[in-house]
């Protein structure tokens, strides 16, 4: 492949774009890959989409080294599929619907898992036609609440989907097993850096689940990791150990007058100084009120949780954990309707009176002992015992988890960072085989129902992860296998350079390499190193002034090192660093 500047397609920015946030956005559109059409939905210029094909071709390569068999779906979808798995509703707004011309409804795919089941179905029915793997990949279509950051989050991306089908629980684990080991090998191959971390399953339904995350510091998700024992989970999936419930004498429940105190920290000062308590503020029990809706039911139900008042409720963990429910901000007007809550003095001892639902964080254990709202203004109640002035009606992980938090698995403490989901695996389990009645004939004639796997890679994502975990200030570093190119050829000057890096850049592409060559006339040497460093190729090779003294310029754009070299070694040098 050889491409030239003076006729691609391509027009650098030299500014970065108003709407932009995150370098990974900023870089690629200012770089000419990508521009935007509509909120989360965007255009690839001609360098992105080789990058694009890059990342798919070896998402592709890796998924048939599994073993995995490619197929197609389309990404225009009748109703009736995810209405037999009730996802027609619990997707909620993130579903794009559509009505055909006869009023008939339809969706954009956002994920396939009634799709490949169905096609299962249709063409297997024996036990000994199993395990098999299908996957595609394919664009996909979210309503995003948010869509974010160009093609990092957007309302259309690209995704890779497989899906496992397999006889037994143990056949499912080595399906998984096995797709982790792609993915791992994928990930590598790509030159993404990433942590495996337990997850939750979310709309999914199903049960083991793991999410492979990239750390980035603008990344959306957030992750601990036990540097003791390896433990790494989303924030969303953490969980809180226990302690042992309390026993033995408890103290007695106490109101006391507590004026002017809305927030945790004045209510603490109040208590501390005037009811002569010492208390900290993990030791007073903060309830926030939610409506959670159903999606599609139209009905939302009001759920109070209760968690540590020196703990925030973390509402990503919230939702994670009453999902498909949504949970929303309790309004003004909604405690308008509900005089029997006091706001800013809301204690759990009343709840079940007004028969409203109560859900703990896992640190309020039987007999743990709080001070708490005392449901009147100006109130608060001292030595609320749970188990005795209270009942839950379970616990919720809600709040939020916080650096040197205890592993839940050998107790020490947790780190934090964040990171960029690209890769997602579940145990699905027969959710979807059980919708579908998807069965396979048995040896002795009896029905075996299937058991599935759910597998994705964000692959246009990971072309925004990649700028993101790889740039420098003068832009995009990309490693050689997703490079648009292996070499850069500038060529800069009026005395035959020009001629000399065309001839060159016809060598390099004639012993294999892909090559870009700046063959631009009028274009200030300047620029054209400013694009080269914006475009990020792994090689840059420069023909400038030092021609007529037989030297070119050999440049690594990852290593930043730059090396004169004679002009008649300067193919040999190039093919070797790109083969290195
Ligand atoms: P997220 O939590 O980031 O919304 P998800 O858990 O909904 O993602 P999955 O349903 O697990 O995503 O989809 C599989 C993969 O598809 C994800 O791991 C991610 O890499 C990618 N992906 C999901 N949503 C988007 C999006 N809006 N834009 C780009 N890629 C996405
Ligand atoms: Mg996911």
Request: charged share 25%.
């Given at each position: 492949?050889l491409l030239?500047?003076s006729s691609?397609?391509?027009r650098t ?6 709407d932009a946030e995150?370098p990974s956005?900023?870089l690629l559109?200012r770089?000419g890959?990508?521009r935007r059409v ?6 690839w210029l001609?360098?992105g989409?080789m990058v694009?094909e ?20 389309p990404?225009?979808?009748p109703?009736?599929?995810?209405e037999?798995?009730?996802?027609w509703?619990?997707y909620g707004?993130?579903?794009f619907?559509?009505q055909d011309?006869k ?7 956002p994920?396939?898992e009634?799709?490949?089941?169905d096609?299962v179905k ?9 395990p098999v ?25 690209v995704?890779k ?14 399906s998984?097993?096995?797709h982790?080991e792609?993915?791992?090998r994928t990930?590598?191959?790509l ?10 399953s979310?709309?999914?339904?199903g049960?083991?689940?793991e999410?492979?995350?990239a750390p ?5 998700d ?8 390896g433990y ?6 953490v969980?809180?150990?226990?302690p ?6 408890r ?10 105190t809305p927030?945790i920290?004045s209510?603490v000062?109040?208590?501390n ?17 939610v409506k959670?809706?159903?999606p599609g039911?139209?009905?939302?139900e009001?759920?109070?949780v ?7 409720v973390?509402?990503?963990r ?12 309790f309004?003004?007007?909604d405690?308008a309707r509900?005089p ?5 003095y809301?204690?759990p001892q009343v709840?079940?009176?007004l028969g409203?639902?109560?859900l703990?964080d896992?640190?309020?254990?039987d007999?743990?002992a709080?001070?708490?709202g005392a449901n009147e203004?100006?109130?608060h109640?001292?030595g609320?015992?749970?188990g005795?002035?209270f ?5 919720i ?10 592993c839940?698995v ?5 780190s934090i ?6 890769g997602?695996i579940?145990?699905l ?7 579908a009645?998807?069965d ?5 004639g009896?029905p ?6 759910s597998y994705?890679v ?5 072309v925004?992860v990649l700028?993101e ?12 296998e997703v ?7 500038v060529?800069?000057g009026?005395?035959?350079?020009i ?5 060159l850049?016809?060598?390099?592409q004639?012993?294999?390499l ?32 030092g021609?007529?003294?037989g030297v070119a ?12 070299i ?5 193919a040999?040098?190039?093919v070797a660093a790109c083969?290195?």
């Amino acid at each position: 492949m050889l491409l030239r500047m003076s006729s691609l397609f391509l027009r650098t920015l030299r500014d970065d774009p108003a709407d932009a946030e995150v370098p990974s956005h900023k870089l690629l559109v200012r770089a000419g890959y990508v521009r935007r059409v509509a909120p989360g939905i965007y255009s690839w210029l001609p360098l992105g989409k080789m990058v694009l094909e890059n990342v798919t071709r070896i998402v592709r390569e890796e998924m048939n080294r599994m073993g995995g068999q490619e197929v197609l779906f389309p990404a225009l979808l009748p109703r009736e599929y995810y209405e037999a798995t009730g996802r027609w509703t619990e997707y909620g707004d993130t579903l794009f619907r559509l009505q055909d011309r006869k009023g008939a409804d339809y969706l954009l795919g956002p994920t396939h898992e009634e799709m490949f089941t169905d096609m299962v179905k249709g063409e297997y029915s024996s036990y000994k036609d199993y395990p098999v793997t299908l996957y595609q990949i394919q664009t996909k279509y979210r309503d995003e609440a948010r869509p974010r950051a160009g093609i990092l989050r957007g309302r259309e991306f690209v995704m890779k989907d497989s899906y496992s089908f397999d006889l037994d629980d143990d056949g499912l684990k080595r399906s998984y097993e096995q797709h982790r080991e792609t993915y791992i090998r994928t990930f590598d191959r790509l030159g993404i850096s990433y942590k495996i971390c337990f997850a939750t399953s979310g709309a999914m339904g199903g049960s083991a689940s793991e999410e492979f995350l990239a750390p980035a510091a603008t990344g959306e998700d957030t992750f601990v990791a036990c540097h003791q024992c390896g433990y790494a989970a989303n924030a969303e999936a953490v969980t809180t150990p226990a302690p042992a419930a309390i026993t033995g004498e408890r103290p007695a429940l106490r109101v006391l007058d507590t004026p002017d105190t809305p927030t945790i920290e004045s209510l603490v000062d109040h208590v501390n100084e005037h009811h002569g308590l010492g208390i900290t503020a993990a030791e007073t029990l903060k309830n926030i009120v939610v409506k959670v809706t159903t999606p599609g039911s139209g009905k939302s139900e009001t759920l109070i949780v209760g968690v540590p008042g020196d703990r925030e409720v973390d509402f990503k963990r919230l939702e994670a954990s009453l999902a498909p429910g949504e949970p929303a901000i309790f309004e003004a007007e909604d405690f308008a309707r509900h005089p029997g809550l006091v706001r800013g003095y809301i204690g759990p001892q009343v709840l079940k009176d007004l028969g409203i639902r109560y859900l703990v964080d896992p640190r309020v254990v039987d007999g743990s002992a709080w001070v708490t709202g005392a449901n009147e203004p100006g109130k608060h109640a001292a030595g609320v015992v749970a188990g005795r002035d209270f009942t839950a009606d379970g616990t919720i992980e809600a709040a939020e988890v916080r650096a040197g938090d205890a592993c839940p698995v050998c107790g020490s403490g947790l780190s934090i960072d964040r990171g960029i989901e690209i890769g997602h695996i579940f145990q699905l389990g027969r959710k979807y085989a059980d919708a579908a009645k998807l069965d396979a004939l048995g040896p002795d004639g009896k029905p075996i129902r299937v058991t599935m796997g759910s597998y994705g890679v964000g692959v246009s994502r990971a072309v925004a992860v990649l700028a993101e975990q790889r740039h420098d200030e003068l832009g995009l570093v990309w490693p050689r296998e997703v490079a648009p190119v292996d070499v850069h050829v500038v060529g800069t000057g009026k005395d035959g350079q020009i001629e000399a890096a065309n001839r060159l850049a016809e060598d390099l592409q004639a012993r294999g390499l892909r090559v870009l060559v700046d063959d631009r006339a009028g274009v200030s040497p300047g620029v054209k190193f400013k694009d080269a460093e914006l475009l990020g190729m792994p090689t840059i090779l420069i023909i400038g002034r030092g021609l007529a003294q037989g030297v070119a310029e050999l440049r690594d754009r990852v290593t930043g090192v730059k090396e004169e070299i004679p002009i008649d070694e300067a193919a040999d040098r190039v093919v070797a660093a790109c083969r290195a």
